[in-house]
C-alpha cells in the first residue's frame, strides 16, 4: 500500500506544481485524480485491517 500513497503524493504534487507554473486549471484534474486514489487506497487499507466480515468456507452441517 505505500506505493499508492506515494502515487498519491506524487500526483498531487505534481498536479499542484504545474498548475501554478503555468497557470492552466487542467492540473487540477491531476489534484483530483489525487484524492480519489488517496480515498481508494484508505478504504482499501480499511478493509483489509478489519478481515472479511463472513466466513470464506462455512461449515458444512450433516
Given amino acids: 500500500m505505500k506505493a499508492a ?3 498519491t503524493a506524487f500526483v498531487i504534487v505534481v498536479g499542484a506544481v504545474l498548475w501554478l507554473l503555468t ?3 487542467i492540473f487540477a484534474v491531476f489534484i483530483v485524480l489525487g ?3 488517496a480515498i481508494g487506497a484508505w478504504f482499501t487499507t480499511r478493509s483489509a485491517a478489519t478481515g472479511p466480515t463472513t ?3 462455512p461449515e458444512e452441517k450433516p
Avoid: E, I
Wanted: aromatic letters at 8%; hydrophobic letters at 40%; charged letters at 0%.
Fill in 5 to 7: 500513497w506515494g502515487l
Fill in 35 to 37: 484524492v480519489l486514489t
Fill in 23 to 25: 497557470g492552466q486549471a
Fill in 55 to 57: 466466513p470464506s468456507h
